[in-house]
């Protein structure tokens, strides 16, 4: 059907110069947010994470009230597909699917309501919020999502630039009760200057055991593969463990 099926199944990888394994934020199923747009791109992607030497990916697509109102069953119908199309690829790769939650009225409509929520493992919630600002009733949805019974995990707290003025601030991140999840690429300036500098705060001062690759598309995959940006991911983290979510 397609010309990627026919590929051969990717060497095993010698080297481990890739920081993880498990990768626990993305955006490889195809056509239901901005990540991948089709099923070929989404195995051409997921080709790429096992070439890095990801074993398992946990792929994260975004649920937004205004603009992607993902269901569980939207995201597990497109998760079916992708292990089927990288099956029939060759590429042995655990996958797994959660989703990105916006932490926005239509989040806190499903929470009051008790629908299920999609998890990164038992009761681990990946969530975002809004680059422009910061919820004004952050502690209150924090509390909310605990009384609920998940352990909320804030996507990419470096990226958000409200809080580049005060890094304390990801010290009461902590304090609510948010596990802390860096973008790998956030370490290289990918995203600019200041995204670098909070980024390595946060991990230098350990307050986050979890990082991500946030893969949308192959400009993502081509900085996530280049040597020196490997070599940074490896400065940083070192021989820590992280995504390590059973223990989380």
Known sequence: ????????????????????????????????????????????????????????????????????RNTPGIINAALEKVKEACKNAGIDIELHAAAEYMLDDYFMELLKKGSPLLTLHKNILLTEISYSMAPGNLEEITAGIIDAGYKPVLAHPERYFFYHHNYDLYYRLATLGFHLQVNLLSLTGYYGKGVKKAAAFILEKGLAKLVGTDLHHHKHLAALTEPKNRAIFQKYLGNKIYNDLENL
């Open 1 to 68: 059907m397609f010309n990627f099926f026919k590929q051969k199944k990717p060497a095993e990888r010698s080297d481990v110069d890739f920081p993880v394994t498990t990768d626990i934020h993305s955006h490889i199923l195809p056509g239901i947010d901005d990540g991948s747009p089709d099923i070929e791109t989404s195995v051409s992607l997921i080709r790429g994470l096992y070439d890095l030497g990801i074993r398992r990916s946990i792929a994260t697509p975004h649920i937004i009230g205004d603009l992607y």
